[in-house]
């Protein structure tokens, strides 16, 4: 049975701090993630029928300097300047910004793709259970949306919070369906 190829865009939101509104972070103060507003980026407002807390998610193609990662299905990546490529799960694009004065990453993207049961129906829910069976724990959904727009295709968005033995995240994961059903 062919099995149509969708790939997480895990973007792994503010760990234990720095303001970001698309990353992972390890310092020591909590801050909420906020995606620049669209006064703030100069950008025109979201499409109408956006929920406000994706309306900074616009299908536009990555800016100048940006590079690509892509995993073996073909999906890609794209990586801001200055972050670079990490070792990660097999199968997986991923990329970091880490931090110079401690070494430890300060930002993280991935993208993964479709691994179990995970559909664009089910990722609001899906999502904050696969965290909770990898035995995170204080796990709360801030928002969910389905069908936004990405230049790909289409998708489904978590904002979530949640802590690991280790630290607590924020974090952004969409999974998303190409344009070709992939």
């Known amino acids: 049975m062919a099995r149509k190829r969708m790939a997480w865009l895990i973007v792994l939101g503010c760990l234990l701090g720095a303001g ?49 990662a892509r995993l073996r299905a073909g999906n890609t990546l794209a990586v801001p300047p200055g972050w670079r490529r990490i070792r990660a799960d097999a199968g997986t694009a991923s990329a970091a910004r880490v931090d110079a004065a401690s070494g430890l990453i300060a930002e993280y993207l991935n993208a993964t793709p479709q691994q179990g049961e995970e559909t ?17 724990r204080h796990e709360q959904v801030l928002a969910a949306a389905r069908a936004l727009r990405f230049r790909s295709g289409s998708g489904s968005c978590v904002i979530d919070r949640y802590r690991t033995s280790r630290a607590g995240y924020q974090e952004i994961a969409c999974l998303v369906r190409g344009a070709r059903g992939e």
Do not use: I, K, V
Not at 22 to 28: G, M, P, V
Not at 120 to 136: I, Y
């Open 120 to 136: 664009l129906q089910n990722w609001s829910r899906f999502r904050p259970d696969h965290n909770l069976d990898e035995g995170d």
């Open 20 to 68: 970001c509104g698309t990353a992972a972070t390890r310092s020591t103060t909590t801050r909420s993630a906020r995606a620049p507003s669209p006064a703030a980026s100069g950008t025109p407002p979201a499409a109408s029928g956006t929920p406000p807390a994706f309306a900074w998610l616009r299908p536009e193609p990555p800016p100048p300097g940006w590079t690509l």
